[in-house]
């Protein structure tokens, strides 16, 4: 399971009431990208809240693709934006506080723990496989993004 499976939007059950209609807790359901891309009844939303749901479909949901929100840049968007945090130093609990304060998700810890050993684990077999086949630049850019997540 992807761990953009596994965010959900923080304080589900007031985004909906607000809204007036009941959406998914997974902020990268089908149901939701559609609500967050569309903007139907975000004027319905505080001010607090709107603006974190329109920086989130500003940062992860701009794209040209003709079937957006739906192409999976949104996801992949989001995957750089937890490996940039983890990169900056931030361990799970921090990144789970900064995706909440940033754009009202939370996930669980343990969660983001087990996506940042894998994306490790990946440059690991990346950075090997890069160097048994002679290509050095390609396992020094594996090795250097393997050593900032880690």
């Known amino acids: 399971m992807a761990i953009t499976d ?3 939007v923080k304080n589900h059950r ?6 007036e209609t009941s959406i998914p807790k997974g902020a ?3 149901a939701t990208l559609d609500l967050l891309y569309q903007g139907d009844g975000l004027a319905k939303l505080d001010d607090a809240t709107r603006e974190r749901v329109l920086d989130f479909a500003e940062d992860f949901l701009d794209c040209d693709c003709e079937s957006n929100p739906h192409c999976g840049h949104p996801e992949e968007k989001f995957v750089r934006y ?4 983890r990169a900056q130093g931030l361990g799970p609990d921090a990144i789970v506080d900064v995706m909440g304060d940033d754009y009202m998700l939370y996930a669980y810890p343990g969660d983001v723990l087990s996506f940042l050993d894998d994306a490790v684990r990946t440059l690991e077999a ?4 890069a160097d048994v ?3 050095k630049a390609m396992a020094e850019r594996a090795g250097e993004r393997k050593r900032e997540l880690h």
């Not at 937890?82 to 945090?85: F, N, P």
């Not at 990346?126 to 496989?129: D, N």
């Open 82 to 85: 937890l490996l940039e945090l």
């Open 133 to 135: 086949e002679g290509e």
């Open 28 to 30: 990268f359901k089908g």
């Open 126 to 129: 990346v950075e090997t496989l």
């Open 14 to 19: 007031q985004l909906a009431s607000q809204l």
């Open 6 to 8: 596994k965010i959900y």
